[in-house]
């Protein structure tokens, strides 16, 4: 399955979802106008990509560890309920046993997003490793 690349825009966070170094990156603003438009495409990305981990770890019995990273500047709350859908498919792939970190990268003088990291860990129960730059 190839990775997926999609450059930011204004109001739009730039998406690397590299296949090869296992490393899934949303950053930058997220505030599109059409959020569902948007991450559409994302999310079902994502559940399919399930199959090639699943595929991966019968065939080879690899436990490769996937590193889901959020370094957001901002995003609007139609944007939340989008990452708040990201996280429970990754909460299903913890579940179903695969190997998952979870970096919540915030600018040390933004308390609101190192506060919105923390209501989506506990929203989701998923531990957030949290990143100060």
Known sequence: MDSLIIEATEDSPK???DTVSNRFMISGESRPENAGKFYTPVIN?????EEVLYSRKQDTND???LVFIF????FNSTSAKYIMDVLLIIKKFVDQGYNINIEWHYDKRDDDMLDAGNEFS???DL?????EY
């Open 15 to 17: 998406i690397t979802f």
């Open 45 to 49: 990305w994502i559940v399919k990509y």
């Open 63 to 65: 436990d490769s560890v």
């Open 71 to 74: 370094k957001l500047d901002y």
């Open 122 to 124: 506990d929203t989701v």
């Open 127 to 131: 531990k957030f490793d949290f990143i």
